[in-house]
């Protein structure tokens, strides 16, 4: 007789919890208590690599750094004046949490994802006509496909005049920041508490994280340590386990951290995906081929945020690292090629493996800054084309296997120049004067 669906999910569930029990090493709640640490050298790590690697944090405006091994801190390095004890914003990584608390207000029965956003905000939260509005549900804010215009003047704008519609709810994936802050309302109107003590209920005092919820202009951004950013990383290591205590519904989480809706592959709910056969990003309508970090683990997730925040998780590896700090010099405020970067110095670690010098094989843009003209050197393919995207997402320049270009009727401001070669995309930053 076969076993019913319901033992067969509570069965797999108990053994989840006890193989990580055997596993993954969560510290404890007080944060008085002692975080166990494992020493680099039991992994193969060489100790000139680590140095390596916090001079390259150092050089990219890093203020802390901590990685886990299955739970117990590998390396922790802080810069500066940055200490275990100062606060720091998470910008965008923060909003994994608003995603944490989502599923745990829908495991309560306080709300549903599927359910119109105008349940909770009330009718005319946007500049919509009403059916265009009501097509709009949480689930549509978590996944950034609530077909609000994100190319208004001001996309932090929560007010109903500064969301305006596009397209269906649905149809299009832009990364937009008011319909997700919106959410926040949400949760307040579902719950009937603050955002800051339901983020207390059930997510700092199950964890041991601290932080706090601060309101700045129209955002809701999320302080706290690097340390309190680890616990969050563990926990999401964890599948929402924390020591054995399932903090969240297992079918919201397995949603969650998986892709979410066919426009983009890359995002889950308000979390980056990697290993996907292709991803979009910010302010572009554009698909690029391949993962956002072709060197971290293909089932790496994470929380990335402005100048550099970044929660990255992988459980295949055991690794779990957060950064947190000013905006990288070297990629600025694309975070994904950030993410990638540390995730190649991790990879160079290993004393047993030889260090490729992986610069070799990156392009760059000289001059850059440019003026009238640039040249992209480094291009190892016969075969290749160029193409230059403004900050709107708007494709303003195109050619193919030419890396000698007049620049000179391009606008000043910042542009992504994107070099293809084969199955490989390859993003720079380029500020043009």
Known sequence: MKKSA???????FLFTIFSQSQTLYFPPISSTGTWETTDPATLGWCPERITNLYTFLEDENTKGFLLL?????????????????????????????????????????LLNINDRTSIYLGTGWT?????????????NQLTMTSGLDDGVADVDCTLPSCLDYLSDAG???AYHNAPYTLLDDVLQSATTVNLN???????????GMTGTWTTIDYNNVFFSTVRSMARFGLLIQGNGIWNGNQLINPNYFSEMVNTSQNLNKSYGYLWWLNGKPNYMLPTTQLIFPGSYAPDAPTDM????????????????????????GEA??????????????????????????????????KIAIVPNPATN????????????????INVLGNSVLKVSNQNYIDTSKLASGIYMVLVRQGNQTQIKKLIKK
């Open 197 to 207: 003590t339901y983020t207390q209920l059930k997510l700092k005092n199950p964890t």
């Open 127 to 139: 500049n919509c006509t009403i059916p265009q509005e009501n097509n709009i549900t949480i689930k």
């Open 328 to 361: 990288p010099s070297s990629t600025g405020s694309v975070t994904t090629i950030f993410c990638n970067q540390i995730w190649q110095k991790i990879n160079e670690l290993d004393c047993n493996l030889a260090v490729i010098n992986q610069e070799r094989n």
């Open 6 to 12: 319901a033992i067969q999910i509570l069965t797999f």
């Open 69 to 109: 091994k299955d739970g117990k801190i590998v390396l922790e390095q802080y810069f500066g004046t940055h200490t275990a004890q100062t606060l720091w914003y998470w910008a965008s990584a923060g909003k994994t949490i608003t995603s944490f608390l989502v599923g745990k207000a829908q495991e309560e029965n």
């Open 171 to 173: 149809t299009r994936w």
């Open 301 to 324: 997730i994470a929380g990335l945020g402005r100048d550099g925040q970044i929660v990255s998780i992988s459980q295949s590896s055991g690794l779990v690292f957060i950064r947190m």
């Open 373 to 388: 003209s640039i040249a992209i050197t480094n291009i190892s393919s016969e075969n290749y084309s160029i193409e230059i």
